[in-house]
């Protein structure tokens, strides 16, 4: 991993990036303290924006838990990219949960309403495979339910579907399926054979 580390102090952007969706893979708390500091001074250059948005999700999926608070003001900044919004959301769920089924940190997000940190705050949800209690499973799908059927917000939604159960979700997966969309037809098919498909996001 050390090699890895060392890369993301390199000149060139690329492969600081690359160096950054290795520990990504690797998902290696160790990592955490080096991308925080590489994270900090690739946030100087605005034109690295793709750099800055692996290394926040690399500190997410490392569990990386005491860069929390830098993360939680990065969400309140504004940048251009809106893509680095996605990562935010995403890390800040990861590393905000208390369990596995813990959803408190993804209704924080949704008060936000920055579109995009929603946006990786429901994907975070889909790729951990998190079921959260009823009583959430239905405020998020009432939350994204009142969206028009074409809209992307649906996906990662029924992509975290195959582990939920209840009339509330069968109703959902029923007003999706009327989507133009194939990837929401696709994971709803999957979600009714409660089949996870492993997702890979940028």
Same mark, same amino acid.
């Given at each position: 991993?050390?090699?890895?580390?060392?890369?993301?102090?390199?000149?060139?952007?690329?492969?600081?990036?690359?160096?950054?969706?290795?520990?990504?893979?690797?998902?290696?708390?160790?990592?955490?303290?080096?991308?925080?500091?590489?994270?900090? /001074?690739? +946030? =100087?250059? %605005?034109?690295?924006?793709?750099?800055?948005?692996?290394? #926040?999700?690399?500190?997410?999926?490392?569990?990386?838990?005491?860069?929390?608070?830098?993360?939680?003001?990065?969400?309140?900044?504004?940048?251009?990219?809106?893509?680095?919004?996605?990562?935010?959301?995403?890390?800040?769920?990861?590393?905000?949960?208390?369990?596995?089924?813990?959803?408190?940190?993804?209704?924080?997000?949704?008060?936000?309403?920055?579109?995009?940190?929603?946006?990786?705050?429901?994907?975070?949800? /889909?790729? +951990? =495979?998190? %079921?959260?209690?009823?009583?959430?499973?239905?405020?998020? #799908?009432?939350?994204?339910?009142?969206?028009?059927?074409?809209?992307?917000?649906?996906?990662?939604?029924?992509?975290?579907?195959?582990?939920?159960?209840?009339?509330?979700?069968?109703?959902?997966?029923?007003?999706?399926?009327?989507?133009?969309?194939?990837?929401?037809?696709?994971?709803?098919?999957?979600?009714?054979?409660?089949?996870?498909?492993?997702?890979?996001?940028?």
């Amino acid at each position: 991993m050390n090699e890895i580390v060392a890369q993301l102090g390199d000149k060139k952007s690329p492969k600081r990036r690359s160096a950054a969706k290795k520990l990504r893979k690797l998902k290696d708390v160790d990592a955490g303290p080096h991308l925080l500091a590489a994270l900090e /001074a690739e +946030l =100087k250059d %605005v034109r690295t924006w793709e750099t800055q948005y692996q290394m #926040i999700m690399a500190i997410g999926e490392c569990g990386y838990k005491p860069a929390l608070p830098f993360i939680n003001e990065l969400a309140k900044q504004d940048f251009e990219a809106t893509m680095i919004y996605v990562a935010i959301g995403d890390a800040i769920v990861r590393l905000s949960m208390e369990n596995e089924r813990d959803a408190a940190p993804i209704f924080k997000l949704l008060d936000t309403g920055n579109e995009m940190l929603v946006d990786g705050a429901l994907r975070a949800m /889909a790729m +951990l =495979k998190m %079921v959260p209690s009823d009583s959430h499973i239905e405020k998020i #799908i009432n939350y994204v339910a009142a969206r028009e059927l074409n809209q992307g917000i649906h996906f990662w939604v029924i992509a975290a579907a195959p582990g939920w159960s209840g009339a509330k979700v069968e109703e959902y997966l029923d007003y999706c399926a009327k989507s133009p969309r194939e990837e929401i037809t696709s994971a709803i098919a999957l979600a009714r054979k409660n089949k996870y498909k492993k997702w890979s996001p940028l």
